[in-house]
C-alpha cells in the first residue's frame, strides 16, 4: 500500500511560482507512474503532467505545456512539480497519483492517490 502526500501549495499572485511536492512511503516507489491531476470547483478533475518509473518520459496536459515541469528523485521517493507563470486558471485542488501501469491522462489508471493540496492563483 502507497500512501502519497502533498505539500507546496498556497496562494500566490498571477506570473508567480510553485513547487508541490509529493512523497511516497509504503512502497518502492521507482515501480510506480506518477501523475498530477488537479481539480477547480464546480469542474471535472482534469490531468496536469505525468512521469514514468524512471523519470526520462514525462507528458503534459497543452495547458501547462512550457510553464510545469514534472520530475521525480526515486531515492527521496518524491515526486515535484515546478509551476512557473501561473495564472488564475490554474487555481485548483492538486493531487498527485502513482500506478504500476498507467496511461498518463486517465486517472482511473491509477492505484493510488494523494489528499490534494489547494493552489490559489490571484490576478
Known amino acids: 500500500q502507497v500512501q502519497l502526500v502533498e505539500s507546496g501549495g498556497g496562494l500566490v499572485q498571477a506570473g508567480d511560482s510553485l513547487r508541490l511536492s509529493c512523497a511516497a512511503s509504503?512502497?518502492?516507489?521507482?515501480?510506480?507512474?506518477a501523475g498530477w491531476f488537479r481539480q477547480a470547483p464546480g469542474k471535472e478533475r482534469e490531468f496536469v503532467a505525468g512521469?514514468?518509473?524512471?523519470?526520462?518520459?514525462?507528458k503534459y496536459a497543452d495547458s501547462v505545456k512550457g510553464r510545469f515541469t514534472l520530475s521525480r528523485d526515486n531515492a527521496k521517493n518524491t515526486v515535484y512539480l515546478q509551476m512557473n507563470s501561473l495564472k488564475p486558471e490554474d487555481t485548483a485542488d492538486y493531487s498527485c497519483?502513482?500506478?504500476?501501469?498507467?496511461?498518463?491522462?486517465?486517472?482511473?489508471?491509477?492505484?493510488?492517490w494523494g489528499q490534494g493540496t489547494q493552489i490559489t492563483v490571484s490576478s
Open positions: 512521469i514514468s518509473r524512471s523519470g526520462i518520459s514525462t
Open positions: 497519483a502513482a500506478g504500476r501501469s498507467v496511461t498518463y491522462s486517465y486517472g482511473g489508471s491509477y492505484d493510488y
Open positions: 509504503g512502497g518502492t516507489f521507482s515501480m510506480y507512474a
